[in-house]
């Protein structure tokens, strides 16, 4: 994937796969002998807001999560799912910049944030704070970076249909920073709005899919087959947002819609992802690149063939 002239490579980390800056989590380093390795992967930051936020999964003074296995994600292994209600804890845009490590970092890398106000004026507000402030470092970053702008996390309270109308004067702002800028959307997001939403000036390429939120899809998606009695089990927490197995045919139907759409922007896409024979698939369907994410944790066995064949058939 060549943005900007900047080359990011046919395969990229799902937004918080590996953490705030690459450092990962507890499991990655027990299930390294066993192929759970992200060489050869873009990195791509956990999304930020701009204001600290506690979210639903406690973080500890270096940003990770306090709990072992948090309590806002459920994960079902034998089904190949994955269900989260994370909601975008975080200590905010400021104190991650000030840590330094994303201007040290030496290789292309994206940077995913995502505001969160209550109404349409606060949250352009916060993107141009947000954008302001990454103007003040952005000179002293080491490796090319590139801004993914979340318009779908399921678990902040908002819903993707109220935010796709603030993302052309969101793209406006984020242009003055003049690198790569992706949007990321889910599934429900129609392929018709997307080819219009790739035609803007400030739109490099669009990243889809994110999770699905709670009991969309039901004609798709046998939700009381993968949770029993139809219930979520983080209902607690809003719902939650769904990854793993049942995205995949979902995924390919809308990347075949786009590209008859006329969407020729470079698409960014991923979900359930769980084979290199799947990533393949994506490929077929219309993707330039691939993400991988919720496999960290459903297969991580595979996550090494998978980066090295793709790096290998994409060369």
Known sequence: MLLKGIDFGPICGASGVQGFFGEGYWYHRVLKPVGLDFRGMTFVAKTTTLNPRKGNMPLRRNFTPCEILPESIVVRPLKGIALNAVGLSGPGAKALFEQQLWQRRKEPFFISFMSVAENPTLRIEELAAFVELFHKYLPHFKAPVGLQINYSC????????????????????????????????????????????????????????????????????????????????LERFGGGGLSGKPLLPLLLEWLIAARESGLKKQINAGGGILSLRDAERVFQAGADSVFLGSIAFLRPWRIRKIISGINSQRA
Do not use: Y
Request: hydrophobic fraction near 40%.
């Open 154 to 233: 399921p678990n902040v309270g908002l819903h993707m249909e109220e935010l796709v109308h603030e993302v052309k004067s969101g793209l406006d702002i984020a242009f003055s920073l003049k690198i790569p800028v992706v949007p990321k959307f889910n599934l429900m997001l129609p392929a018709e709005t997307a080819a219009d939403i790739a035609e803007h000036r400030a739109c490099d390429a669009l990243c889809i899919s994110n999770t699905i939120p709670w009991g969309q899809f039901p004609d798709r998606i046998d939700w009381n087959t993968l949770f029993p009695g139809g219930k979520s089990p």
